[in-house]
């Protein structure tokens, strides 16, 4: 079964949301055969790469909160964050572009590692004091950790089209779903789940989802088995 998950860096819910969701994978009994894909979503695609300001200072402007209830969402989130185990600095973050980290995500997609970088994505920039934003040898340290080639990673970095139609693929793939935030859950293309939900609601939909998998119905010819090879070599008719 295949869970896609579409997120951006630059979303505290989706920080949130994927503790919880791992929470409910964790205890899955068919945990070794979900495979999780993570998507790209820019939650503020027009923002220019150089354009990067304090996180209080973004949501007074983009959603017109006064400062109170901008950082008493912020204390909110902390508190959310810490039932789950996370940590969060609900002071003194930035905000910018994530365009480059989804390229990078990309690359580590290809390269079997893409869980590691994004975990290290969110760490970096929700938990950690050095901004993730505007500092490209910042994210090439990351995505080292994470098991990535530095030389790769700055390759990517220095083109701007590398993977950049990966991105917009998925942010197109997106819209078609029908999903205008994140995080946005997909359960084998037949089951959505929107928001940092709890994980029951994520054990709920990962059994149901497993449960309505199509099952194979084979077709041969009764009282007949046909030649086969398997892992004790083939059946050779005997003449």
Known sequence: MRVEIWSDIACPW?????????????AFPHRDQVEVVHR???LDPGRAKGDIQPVLTMLTKKYGMSEA?????E?????QAAAEGLAYRTRDRDHGNTFDMHRLLHLAKARGRQDELIGLFY?????EERTVFGAEERLVELAVAAGLDADDAREVLTDPTAYADDVRADEREAAELGANGVPFFVLDRTYGVSGAQ????FAQALAQ??????QLTLIQDEG?????CGPDGCAVPQH
């Open 209 to 214: 989802a497993w449960g309505e998998r199509p």
């Open 40 to 42: 790209s979503f820019e």
């Open 69 to 73: 209830q901008a950082r008493a969402g």
């Open 75 to 79: 204390e909110n989130l902390g508190t």
């Open 123 to 127: 760490k970096a920039n929700f938990a």
């Open 14 to 26: 989706c920080y949130v949301g994927k503790a919880r969701f791992e929470k409910a994978l964790d």
């Open 224 to 228: 007949t088995d046909a030649e086969a």
């Open 198 to 201: 709890p994980a029951e609601v």
